[in-house]
């Protein structure tokens, strides 16, 4: 969401943030919507104060014992031209929210440009790929063999984009979870939270899922809407809400499960992990002060990065480009790590500034020492790391000649002291 007074302001720079996502140029009309509102509410309030100098006008009449029916019926009408006045008022507001509502955010100046992938760029690529004497195989074939991934009875019981996890690869998956947890709470200064996995419209509408992608999400029939990422409920916890300058940064973690319908995603990675509506992911939210969400950005991406060093894991770290940002973000880190049986990087996490664009659209402030008027804060979220997509890159870069599975060192501990996983073990 955005502030109409900096588009007021700034017509032009509001514009040329659009065209760098693609759009076309929308300050014109947002200004019109919102210069129609504000002289309803203009009318609305002068017919009021006019009304309130008639009543004072009647009461002085009645009391001298004067006519006063012209005045009565000249607040009557009063009452009905305001009405009309606030609806006009109303209808011109909600026009103006829809409209701002579905334009994503305004990309960074340091973003650069470009209107698909191709034009991400590379930061840094962190580790060696791994080297095999034999043809590597994919996650599904060493899951499969191994006995613990099974696609099948996850089908049976729910569909495809499922799967069931069993024996290692259930605890790794636990595993996972708890390195990533560890790590960021007793290093990191986040805060661990066990947030609802059911929202109501509003949470997504505060992160901005809604109204634009409700197509992407599964909703119950009593109205509540499964979280897609932790990011909704984690940053939704300061939604109309005043924080004392003191408390920013607030730094969050949390593991959920999330949900998606990947209803874009049709004939993309169908078979596998790397794609589920079911998965599980550990996430990163900081509410921060707007003068260090630079910063905070650049802690947050170190922190998921952090993950993949100490499992031993080859990536690289890429800004992306205007047109293949987020709705919400205005500057985003993709971390992506190496797949050797896909020969390429995959994203396993995605770091990003909101700015202000979520806190105006949940009213989340804190109050400046020494300052009057409350200031919105800078939301940011990132993965830390996606669980699933984590586990499928430790099975094809620790495999071996016979399909086991060499359990990271960092995870041993975690995993019983377990240090490689066999068809057959437990």
């Known amino acids: 969401m955005f502030d109409i007074r900096w588009i007021r302001e700034n017509p032009e720079d509001f514009d040329r943030g659009l065209a760098r996502r693609g759009l076309e140029p929308a300050s014109a009309r947002l200004i019109e919507v919102d210069m129609i509102r504000r002289a309803a509410q203009t009318q609305a309030q002068e017919i009021k104060a006019e009304r309130n100098k008639l009543s004072k006008l009647i009461g002085a009449a009645k009391a001298k014992g004067e006519d006063a029916a012209d005045a009565i019926a000249k607040v009557s009408e009063s ?91 259930a605890r790794m998956e636990r595993a996972l979870a708890t390195l990533m947890l560890d790590m960021h709470t007793t290093e990191k200064g986040y805060t661990e939270i066990n947030p609802p996995a059911l929202v109501r419209d509003e949470a997504l509408f505060g992160t901005g899922q809604l109204p634009k992608f409700s197509e992407e999400l599964f909703h119950t029939e009593e109205g509540y809407w499964l979280i897609p990422t932790a990011e909704v409920p984690l940053t939704n916890l300061v939604a109309n809400e005043i924080l004392s300058e003191a408390d920013l940064p607030k730094r969050m973690t949390a593991m959920t499960w999330c949900f998606r319908s990947e209803a874009g995603a049709a004939g993309q990675d169908t078979r596998g992990m790397i794609r589920q509506h079911q998965f599980s992911k550990v996430e990163m939210v900081s509410i921060a002060h707007p003068d260090e969400s630079v910063q905070e950005l650049e802690r947050m991406t170190e922190c998921a990065e952090e993950v993949l060093k100490r499992l031993g894991l080859s990536f690289r770290t890429i800004v992306l480009c205007t047109g293949d940002m987020g709705f919400s973000a205005r500057k985003t880190y993709d971390i992506e790590v190496w797949l050797p049986a896909q020969n390429r990087y995959r994203e396993i996490s995605s770091c990003s500034n909101c700015g202000d664009f979520q806190a105006r659209r949940m009213r989340a402030r804190f109050k400046p020492e020494g300052k009057k008027d409350n200031v919105f804060v800078h939301t940011l979220n990132g993965s830390g790391l996606a669980i699933g997509r984590t586990l499928v890159a430790i099975l094809e870069n620790y495999q071996q000649a016979d399909g086991s599975i060499i359990v990271p060192d960092v995870l041993r501990p975690y995993m019983g002291g377990l240090d490689v996983i066999k068809a057959g073990g437990a």
């Not at 509502?101 to 960074?108: F, G, H, T």
Request: no cysteine; net charge negative; proline share 5%.
């Open 79 to 169: 009452k009905k031209a305001e009405a009309i006045a606030e609806e006009a008022a109303k209808k011109a507001g909600a026009e103006l929210e829809g409209a701002m509502s579905s334009l994503p955010n305004i990309p960074a100046d340091d973003v650069p440009d470009g209107e698909d992938e191709s034009a991400n760029v590379e930061i840094r690529v962190v580790g060696n790929k791994p080297t095999f004497e034999f043809e590597p195989k994919d996650h599904i074939d060493l899951g499969e063999n191994l006995g613990m991934m099974d696609f099948e009875r996850a089908a049976k019981i729910s569909g495809a984009r499922f799967v069931v996890l069993s024996g290692a690869l």
